[in-house]
Nanobody, 119 residues
């Protein structure tokens, strides 16, 4: 069974950096034709795609967040991570890590973690 689990601080101060880690079990993040994504949903808004790291290590980031976002991985721990710099209250959301598998369809989701940006 593939499982994804987000972890990181639930409260971040404005202008600081939001850092989240997704720990994956039951599958390898280097398995071919898998893409490991970060998405978020702010109150009253639609689900927003943040970016992804491909099985090969290549990353792709949403243009609207590209200047503040990096996605990395640690293959020895089977984890991938999100960093979002210079956060504002607008970045308050539930953040999800998601696997996209065969045919680039989202097939496994983490439970989500609430991150609040507030002083």
């Amino acid at each position: 069974q593939v499982r994804l689990q987000e972890s990181g601080p639930g409260l971040v101060k404005p202008s600081q950096t939001l850092s989240l880690t997704c720990t994956v079990s039951g599958a390898s993040i280097t398995t071919e034709r898998t893409w490991w994504n970060w998405l978020r949903q702010s109150p009253g808004k639609e689900l927003e795609w943040i970016g992804e790291i491909k099985y090969s290590g290549e990353t792709s980031i949403s243009p609207s967040l590209q200047s503040r976002t990096s996605i990395s991985r640690d293959t020895s721990k089977n984890q991938f991570a999100l960093q979002l710099t210079s956060v504002t209250p607008e970045d308050t959301a539930v953040y999800y890590c998601v696997r996209y598998g065969w045919l680039y369809l989202a097939d496994y989701w983490g439970q989500g973690t609430q991150v609040t940006v507030s002083s």
